[in-house]
């Protein structure tokens, strides 16, 4: 049986959300074939060998002294080795594979990949490169315009003070327009502008969580997302479809209580078009680097233009987020895409 650390929890805003897409994970994981070795990452960066009941993840109940040892990866190459520091002394547990169950900043964004990279031990999911190349969304729509996919037209804030050029571009490309973090996920500091009186509280906002900001221009349609499974031979699943009343959009409330909006899995769209869809999710996956698995989401105009979003390395994974529910839609259980993607990485 192998070893597999689960990461959970991690100084991020998303911290939550990863509770419940880890919990989901060890849940669900094949204990005939996987043994799953918990260590979750507090809100303030310590890491912990978690002994505990999984359902003190899913409650947020898990970092305490009974259930909690001071833990670390070993960077030892050769050793493959989480690192257990125990009162009594140092023991150790062989590990063959770490995945990641964490989302944004300090996890999604290739530190915690940098890790097992860095120690030789195989990684499930996307690397250091494609984890860190995502999570910028500056850098993921210049290699994705590459790939041939339209993206929307852009500007990036490296300063708060330089928000007259916020003003420039909001006048070129008229409102709204989205002002967002360059490196941030779930919608964290993301505002939907509709004038200039709104603008300068958003970049504001903006660089509260990352120091540069990105003004995006509004893509009319709808956002349409493909779930992509491997490396070189791809598995995608169903095209979905988020449904949005006329003056939302898809930000962290909708994304995990589904007030107004609504998921539709398959997409309400010809069998052409999915298609379509999906091998512009193959370009972008592949332009980016990414293996294992990832979202990738993109947006359908009216006129049936693809135009390229973001794509998530680490997206939700509980058993009713968009990920496996379009894995679903294709033919795939939430237990069996979880053992084929964690087992790529000893093929």
């Known amino acids: 049986m192998k070893n597999i650390v689960v990461i959970f929890g991690g100084a991020s805003s998303e911290y939550e959300v990863s509770l419940q897409s880890a919990y989901a994970v060890i849940k669900n994981i094949d204990r005939e074939k996987y043994n799953p070795v918990t260590v979750g990452i507090s809100r303030e960066g310590s890491w912990f060998y978690f002994t505990g009941n999984i359902d003190k993840i899913k409650d947020d109940t898990w970092c305490d002294e009974a259930d909690c040892v001071p833990a670390m990866i070993s960077p030892y190459r050769t050793e493959h080795q989480l690192i257990i520091l125990h009162r009594e002394g140092i023991r150790t547990i062989s590990v063959d594979a770490v995945f990641p169950v964490l989302h ?6 290739g530190t915690v990949q940098g890790i097992a990279e860095l120690a030789g031990i195989p990684l499930v999911g996307c690397g250091t490169l494609a984890s860190a190349l995502c999570m910028d969304k500056d850098r993921a729509h ?81 956002e349409v997302g493909c779930a992509v499974c491997g490396s070189d031979r791809l598995i995608v699943g169903e095209v979905d479809e988020i449904e949005l009343d006329q003056t939302g959009f898809f930000d962290y409330t909708e994304k995990y209580t589904l007030k107004t909006a609504a998921i539709h899995v398959p997409a309400r769209i010809s069998a052409d078009k999915a298609q379509e869809i999906k091998e512009a999710a193959r370009r972008i996956y592949n332009a980016l680097d990414c293996s294992g698995f990832a979202r990738v989401d993109m947006f359908l105009t009216p006129e049936g233009e693809v135009v ?35 087992g790529q990485v000893f093929v």
């Open 104 to 109: 944004g900043r300090n996890g999604e964004d």
């Open 142 to 222: 210049r290699l994705a315009g590459l790939a041939g996919v339209r993206v929307p037209r852009a500007m990036v804030l490296t300063d708060n003070s330089a928000v007259n050029k916020a003003f420039d571009f909001a006048k070129e490309i008229g409102f709204p327009v989205f002002v967002k973090p360059v490196k941030a996920g779930s919608s964290y500091g993301v505002t939907k502008v509709a004038d200039m009186e709104q603008l300068a509280p958003a970049v504001s906002l903006a660089f509260q969580y990352d120091n540069r900001v990105i003004l995006e221009e509004t893509i009319d349609g709808f």
């Open 308 to 342: 390229f979003n973001e794509v998530n390395t680490i997206p939700g994974f509980t058993e009713h987020s968009r990920y496996p529910g379009m894995m679903k839609a294709a033919g795939y259980s939430f237990s069996e895409i979880l053992d084929r993607i964690i």
